[in-house]
């Protein structure tokens, strides 16, 4: 089944010219477009949102807000009414933390929690981060999940009530319903990867346990059409493969979904013919899209009749760019007919809180662009680089200790986003460095054993860590050997790639692109919906560390070993590789203030504020 939207929707919506998308936010710039296929069930997938629901002001491929998305849908759901299909929204998680939207107020996600209910998620789940804390845990289980309430699943993640110390499922541990059009039965379940470091007041079920429960062992021999399991899950990780073999053995033909996130990527696979697997990017840049068509009652309905053959099915997906140019081109609407009332009241909910919360009040003037991993590290234009050369050695200061020269180690997964040219406001701080780590020490450790810590928490992969190493880096980093990383163009030729635009080839007359994701996942690499110029990403370490007051001769005998308080397991465990026996009784605070707060006081004192 192959249409546009665009040729559904038509033009039912007359409505004054509204552009939506925030006030200031960068308009969209027009690039070739692949269309969506539509199928009897389709899926749009958000996951690791992070609070971005205002969108990406500075970018303007990804600069369409959370409102632009409800009128989105809205749209979506009436083009499949008329069509007798059925369309479903799924969110996997990582809602919080990262973006001034959710971090700058007080308490955290005072506007959040109101602003993204607007939309209708049909099946939703939890991820990591509304779980480090533990307020962040109470209010998802004190707005999330009723604001969800048939919605929300929790297959291995239970509450535990602050009051009653009672252990209670966060949710439902998985939900049964019947679609609206095609009368398809669904069977969805909502899982975490097997996470650890959660506050106390949740707790995680590893995903090998939880798919031997009485319920689940149940829930997986209820016949039905369809199977979707959603998780904050990386769509290769175990956890999934796992569930799939559990379902799979129980049923050999009923088509299974997957809906994964946590790696920040945009990524799909397949299990075996009959599934499907996606993962939809992060920060709100993404929609995913997955349709899946073929008789799917037939489909569904062999298991349960015992044969041998079932109806074929089949598998369609696209990663949609989150801007207004893309989502009036697979609507077919304009920037006077595409946003709803609904839509746009939530466009004016988040211009409101953003207001408030001041988050374009300017702290500094980014002289340049500084890159997670768009840049090698260490680099000029490494946002690492940065941070060792300039910014920790002014702030990484202790008054009693300031004689004692010092490795200040910080986790690369502390600081999630680039900097980009021009104004750094209180939201650029929420979205660089979201989290409240402060700096810790150990004293006197001699140098020797010191200076070993750094390689070992990059390379120490055979160490006895409490956790992955990797997990210390940003998430991205997660998938690196796993898949997709955008480095090639696949729609252009090697030869052509390297040529400088303007020349006499007449090739060069095609469009000039914009840089964005050029995907390439194990179905192709016709998955993004807007065809993109290439960007480069390159790896960067676990962890960074600067020198700082190193005597300019020699090697100091002690060093002050400084680190970030969330690494602080691994760098006891990584101390004792090196012949450093200590505790956490060993380690003190450095600095009273976040690293959040250094930087920030840092860009105050050294970055201009006239742009
Ligand atoms: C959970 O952690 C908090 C803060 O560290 C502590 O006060 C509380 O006693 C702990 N609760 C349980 C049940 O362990
Ligand atoms: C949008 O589309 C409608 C209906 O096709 C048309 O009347 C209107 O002029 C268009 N508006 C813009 C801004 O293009
Ligand atoms: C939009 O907001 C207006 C004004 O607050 C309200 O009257 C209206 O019901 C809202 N519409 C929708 C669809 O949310
Ligand atoms: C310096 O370190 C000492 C010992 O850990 C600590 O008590 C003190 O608060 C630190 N000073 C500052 C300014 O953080």
Known sequence: MVFRTAAIVGSVFATALVRAAQPGAAVPIAAPMRDLVWGKINFLHTTDTHGWHGGHLQESQYSADWG??????EHFRRAADEYGVDVLLVDTGDRVEGNGLYDASNPKGKYYYDIYREQDVDIICTGNHELYQASTADEEHRQTVPNFKNNYVASNLDYVDPKSGQRM??????????????????????????FAGNANNTAVQPVRKTIQEPWFQDAIREPT????????????????????????????????????????????????SRSFALASG?????????????????????????????AAVSFHRRYIDNNLYGLHYHTGLNASTFPTEHGRNVTAMIA????????????????????????????????????????????????????????????????????????????????????????????????????KVVTLLNNGGQLDYPADARFMAVPEMLSIKESIIHETNPFQSESHQQKPLGGSDPRDREPVLIEGYTTRDDIGTDGDDSIHAPINFYTVPNCVQAEVGFPSDGEPDKVDLVFIDFIQPWVLVALKFSGGDYSEEDAQPYRPESITELMTGWIKENWGADC
């Open 68 to 73: 632009d998305y409800v009128s989105f849908a």
């Open 169 to 194: 499922p966060m949710a439902q541990r998985y939900r049964r319903f019947r679609t609206k059009n095609q009368k398809l039965d669904i069977v969805a379940f909502g899982f975490l990867f097997d």
């Open 225 to 272: 059409d369809l199977f979707v399991v959603i998780g904050h899950i990386g769509v290769r990780m175990q956890e999934f493969k796992d569930i799939f073999t559990a379902i799979r053995k129980q049923n050999p033909l009923t088509p299974i979904l997957f809906f994964g996130g946590h790696h920040h990527v945009r990524d799909a696979t397949a299990h075996d």
């Open 282 to 310: 992060r920060y709100f840049e993404t929609i995913g899209w997955m349709s899946v068509d073929g008789d799917l009652k037939q489909a569904g309905a062999a298991d349960k009749a015992e044969t041998e053959s079932a």
């Open 352 to 451: 409101k809180a953003r207001k408030e919360l001041d988050l374009d009040d300017r702290l500094g003037c980014a002289p340049q662009n500084y890159w997670i991993s768009r840049a090698p590290y260490p680099h000029k234009d490494s946002i690492y680089s940065w941070l060792e050369e300039e910014v920790l050695p002014d702030v990484a200061v202790n008054d009693s200790r300031k004689h004692v020269p010092r490795l200040v180690l910080v986790n690369t997964g502390a600081i999630r986003f680039d900097i980009f040219k021009g104004a750094f406001t209180r939201d650029t701080t929420s979205i660089v460095s979201p989290f409240l780590s402060r700096l810790r020490y150990i004293a006197d450790v001699p140098y020797g054993v010191a200076r």
